[in-house]
């Protein structure tokens, strides 16, 4: 359980891209810049402000037992409203759960910057480092005091227990499938509907006498974060001006939730073996980013980007495939959301507008930081790009393993698949640990070797269980997974899916 009023520094990137994102290393608060003290000029793109349906709970004891309430959830297009049993779920000081040991609302953070300093340098120090948020108001814990209730949809308790019954879905798969001997995730901080503030001067500001500089508010929206060091995942609010256009929101995801769990899954197994990379997660970038404090960093091989980037594709694919699991393995439950939902289906072989999923040596040096490579729609130096390639590829090839249908998984189907993801995560991370430990710098190929190596061990594995033994022709099985990555992920080519060496 989460100390009540226990507030941690945060440490946030910028990019505010409609990525379900989901940070590392703990920071003391920055102090290069004040607070902002003018008032800001212009507010872009203000969050719609929600509502304390019932503000006398607020101010006392919530129910010590709650039992069930109603949540929406995204099938196809629009989500749709049910009442659900929740389990082991409190809220006498404060709504939680297993999953959740805190829930806080007006939580404030803000920081300032220059726009004069050029783009991806207006929120730098001097030297580099980007500057912190610093917390202006401090949020209170949420109470319900009404069981089995239709809380309004745009208040906080609707959100809150909305998110928790979606996290709580998520944590009870995750106990279900990694068995006895896996550390279960510590209970997280739920910050609903928090104000991140990014003050920005010498902004240009148009008007009729011409442009001129000013001071402008910029608003995180539209988008979750989980931020390991805080223990806390954050649901943003929705813009103000979309607040009627939208069919539905984020939250109302068991994907999306998911989603940010399962980093919290993967941090919780593999925090070790990154921080030994010298690589932290970024919560705003939803990525990982060289730790420029890290003892590792002597190097030419560990001064790079690109395993901070293939490391936040790869965490990525993993959150897509433990998102969609979590859901029921339903496309419906992903493909409405508002412009993700078709790129993030895993079982979907192309990206909207009809790029295939597939990672070229081009798209991995766009991935990697090299050239700009995209169209209209699909951006492939964003890492969920990458990550959406890979998970659907990963996807394919757990069901030659298991001999299934995309179309129709059993609820132990899910479960084999959901095993599968950790082993591979699990196996990939050990190898790619192992990988770094060479005094040079590797090459794009030889940075993806682990993901080549990682497939065909947790594969061998699967064929000679006694599972894979009853279900699967292992020959054939293993001839189809290598055409499967030769296909998906063209720039691997290192053995066993070297371009010379025939499946």
């Not at 959740?100 to 004069?116: E, H, K, N, P």
């Not at 001071?215 to 060091?229: E, G, I, M, S």
């Not at 050239?371 to 890979?390: C, E, P, Q, W």
Request: glycine share 8%; hydrophobic share 40%; aromatic share 8%.
């Amino acid at each position: 359980m989460l100390l009540p009023w226990s507030k941690k520094p945060l440490i946030l990137g910028l990019g505010l891209a409609l990525t379900l994102g989901c940070g590392r290393s703990r920071r003391e608060i920055d102090t290069t810049m004040p607070p902002t003290v003018a008032t800001p000029v212009l507010s872009l793109a203000p969050p719609l402000s929600f509502e304390i349906a019932d503000p006398e709970c607020q101010n006392g004891s919530g129910l010590a037992t709650l039992t069930a309430t109603e949540v929406r959830s995204w099938q196809g297009q629009v989500p749709v409203a049910t009442t659900v049993s929740l389990t082991k779920t409190i809220s006498t000081d404060t709504l939680g759960d297993e999953a959740i040991g805190l829930t806080t609302y007006g939580d404030g953070y803000q920081r300032s910057c220059d726009f004069r300093r050029g783009r991806g340098l207006r929120c730098q120090d001097a030297s580099g480092r980007e500057l912190m948020w610093r917390e202006t108001s401090s949020g209170k814990s949420l109470k319900i005091c009404r069981d089995a209730y239709a809380y309004p949809r745009l208040s906080h308790e609707a959100v809150a227990l909305t998110s928790l019954y979606h996290l709580q879905t998520a944590r009870s798969l995750y106990a279900a499938v990694s068995g006895p001997d896996s550390p279960l995730p510590a209970p997280l901080r739920l910050s609903v509907l928090p104000t991140f503030a990014t003050d920005l001067a010498h902004y240009p500001i148009k008007s009729d006498d011409g442009t001129r500089e000013g001071l402008v508010r910029t608003f995180v929206t539209d988008n979750l974060a989980y931020f390991p060091d805080a223990q806390m995942l954050a649901v943003f609010p929705i813009r103000e001006s979309e607040a009627n256009l939208l069919r539905g929101y984020y939250w109302e995801s068991a994907f999306v939730l998911a989603h940010e769990y399962a980093h919290h899954i993967d941090l919780t197994r593999h925090a070790s073996a990154m921080a030994a990379l010298g690589l932290r997660w970024n919560p705003m970038l939803h990525s990982y980013v060289t730790d420029r404090t890290s003892a590792r960093l002597t190097t030419t091989a560990t001064t790079t980007r690109q395993p901070a980037r293939l490391a936040g594709a790869m965490a990525e694919a993993f959150a897509d495939l433990i998102g969609f699991y979590t859901a029921g393995a339903r496309e419906d439950a992903v493909s409405g959301l508002p412009y993700i939902g078709r790129d993030r289906v895993v079982t979907q072989d192309q990206f909207r507008g009809g790029s295939p999923k597939t990672l070229t040596p081009e798209r991995l040096d766009t991935l990697l930081g090299g050239g700009k490579l995209g169209d209209d729609l699909i951006d492939f130096g964003d890492i969920h790009a990458g990550g959406a390639v890979l998970a659907h590829a990963l996807d394919q090839i757990f069901l030659q393993l298991t001999g299934t249908s995309s179309a129709s998984r059993s609820p132990e189907e899910i479960k084999q698949h959901y095993q599968l993801a950790l082993r591979f995560m699990d196996t990939y991370t050990a190898l790619a640990t192992a990988s770094r430990s060479a005094d040079r710098e590797l090459s794009p190929g030889e940075l993806l070797a682990p993901l080549g190596l990682a497939i065909t061990q947790i594969g061998n594995d699967y064929l000679s269980s006694e599972t894979g033994q009853a279900t699967a022709d292992p020959a054939k099985v293993k001839k189809v997974i290598c055409e499967i990555m030769k296909d998906r992920v063209p720039a691997l080519t290192t053995p066993p899916f070297a371009e010379d060496n025939r499946c």
